[in-house]
């Protein structure tokens, strides 16, 4: 996710990045460096970017992962909202800075909204995902 990002913000200050990722490689990073790895991102991409909105969505639940998945997802989603929460109380230091937010889709995707794989999303999960894209969007535009 991270060279991905990287690559898309190239040459962007000022603007909306939404980052979203991480479940591919939970199960092999783990919780900690899986939020290193993020928030070594958002910091980057924050550094010399301050009229950069960025949203950094929560891992999503896969349906057909074991109870093992779903409670190291829930604890590095915990994580990050806090890590993303300290930066956010940086970035509200400078007025000039256009900040940092949280997403969490647990309470807009339920289990119904996932293909039959368990893990993408249906039609439904992206109408519902994009809402919740889109209240973020409306927010900090209105806040900015």
């Not at 991905?4 to 913000?9: A, C, H, I, K, N």
């Not at 949203?55 to 806090?82: C, F, H, S, W």
Request: glycine content about 12%; overall charge neutral; hydrophobic content about 35%.
């Amino acid at each position: 996710m991270e060279d991905v990002v990287r690559e898309q913000v190239k040459g962007v200050q000022e603007g909306m990045v939404i980052m979203q990722g991480g479940g591919n490689s939970l199960r092999r990073l783990g919780p900690e460096q899986t939020v290193g790895k993020v928030m070594e991102c958002l910091k980057d991409i924050k550094k010399d970017r301050k009229k950069v909105r960025v949203a950094v969505v929560g891992i999503m639940r896969r349906p057909r992962e074991n109870a093992g998945y779903e409670e190291m997802r829930r604890d590095t989603n915990k994580r990050l909202q806090e890590e993303v929460v300290r930066m956010k109380v940086e970035c509200s230091k400078d007025p000039g800075d256009y900040g940092v937010s949280f997403i969490d889709l647990d309470g807009a995707l339920p289990q119904e909204v996932f293909e039959g794989d368990k893990v993408h999303l249906n039609w439904e999960g992206e109408r519902r995902m994009c809402g919740s894209m889109l209240e973020w969007i409306r927010a900090t535009e209105t806040a900015g």
